[in-house]
């Protein structure tokens, strides 16, 4: 994969475009042993990473012919070690991104949350919270980290604040994406309330910080062009019949992902 270590950063991973071109029916290999290429954005069952595994299993045992494991076996071993890269690849992103929020803070001058009246700082800031929150609760909750690197800073819901100066926190209300269906927004709630449970250590006694960020759901639409490339479940049914043909082949649909959120973690 062409890291000079561990540590490295991941510069070979297919973009969306590929992936999506691949995925509708092509037929030979996504990448070549010389060339390997796996989509740490997705699970080993997509059809890039399936392809991809029987690459690196046949090249495996064209590079040990001494080797007695059947290419089953080595398949299965490489989907365990690639459920790892995808963890550090996550985390590799996570600190970029956060890294990227906190020099646009330095760049505009704002020192926390509330000071925020930049939407990409603010879109940034929000995506890194939820996708903080989601790793955090991946045991009891293991869909969520998958719901919001899907999404992505851009599908996060912006914000509109009020606050009379002097007079205590500031409130957010969440502007409403027409296009994305309740079951993602629901998601993206109680990633909300779990970040403020964890704030106030779940006994509403305040971590040291900022106040925390107010967020509350409102009737203000949000006027940004809906994403492409997610999965059909992230659509509100709505929206998508309202699409023509040269629409919807427009929006990419992908196959629909769990949205279920465990009654363990409800709130």
Known sequence: ?????????????????????????????????????????D???????TSASHVFA???????????????????AWVVHFNYLRQVYAKQQMVAREEQARVLDLASGYTNEQDYKSPLAGIHSLYNRHLRTAHRHSGSYPSAVSVVQQLGPTGMSSDESEHDVGHGECIYHI????????AVTDA??????LHLRMRYQEQW?????????????SSQVSNRKPLSG???NFYAQDYI?????????????QEDMPLDIPQAIAV
């Open 1 to 41: 994969m062409k890291r000079e270590n561990k540590h490295s950063p991941f510069t070979n991973v297919p973009n969306r475009a590929e992936v999506i071109s691949y995925t509708k029916g092509t037929q030979h290999p996504c990448c070549t042993a010389d060339n390997f290429r796996v989509d740490l954005n």
């Open 43 to 49: 699970t080993p069952a997509s059809a890039w990473n």
């Open 58 to 76: 046949a090249s495996f045992r064209d590079a040990h012919p001494g080797c007695d494991r059947s290419l089953k076996t080595i398949f299965d």
């Open 175 to 182: 502007t409403h994406k027409t296009w994305r269906s309740a």
């Open 188 to 193: 993206l709630h109680v990633l909300d309330k």
């Open 205 to 217: 006694n305040a971590t040291a910080g900022a106040w925390p960020h107010l967020r509350t759901p």
């Open 230 to 232: 997610l999965p059909k």
């Open 241 to 253: 019949s309202s699409l023509t043909s040269e629409g919807l082949d427009d929006l990419l649909l």
